[in-house]
């Protein structure tokens, strides 16, 4: 009788074992309600490969009025609470240039648009965040830090924002609510070394701003010129 049970006891350890090697690597993945064709995302542990050199010439090309024109809705001052680095696998295969990363942020401020105080968003970066990664004119992003408070300026995902590749379609907004597009104008953040933020492009900020109080002017333009609250 003994030998029946602890036969039937390493049975049922076996089944469920083989249950778990199953449905776990199932875990690892974000859910696609929208995304067609074979195309997955998953969460990445730890990240150690390279980044590709992104071109700058863009970042000329904006004056700062018409940054904050192009990213003052939505603009929140807010906190970071968690970041994944994710990876798109379309067929199976993934590039340098599928690897990004997804930043819980609770917003504490709000200075423009339809967001609340106490409200969580999801904001995709354009690039993975590492200590050993720095990507050239991602450098202000790619300094995002759990626990690190900042304005952030994304933009909403919607239908437009997509990726295709052989067929497949990923659509961004199953990964997120908002995205950094740009990665070097839509975010002033507080680090150890003070405020971090596009020096090229807000040239009427000095490089020792900081930011006590975010505003809107008169025109609807976010004027981050004075600095966070520090007992939100």
Known sequence: MKTKWVLSFYIIIGLFAAYLAAILPNYNFITLSRSTGDVRVEYLRNYNGEMPRFSSELAHLYTEEEAFEISHSPAFQGKILSIRNIRVLFHGESSLFDTFAIANVRVEKVFSGEL???????????????RNIWVEHMDIVSQCRTGMRGIFLPQALGDSDFREKDGAILYFSDLADYAFHAGYMDLFLETRDGLVFNQEIYTSLSPDATLEEGGVNGRGLLTP????????
């Open 225 to 232: 010129l004075l600095c966070l609250n520090k007992n939100a």
């Open 116 to 130: 609340s105080a106490g409200d969580t968003v999801r904001i995709l970066l354009p690039c993975p965040i590492a």
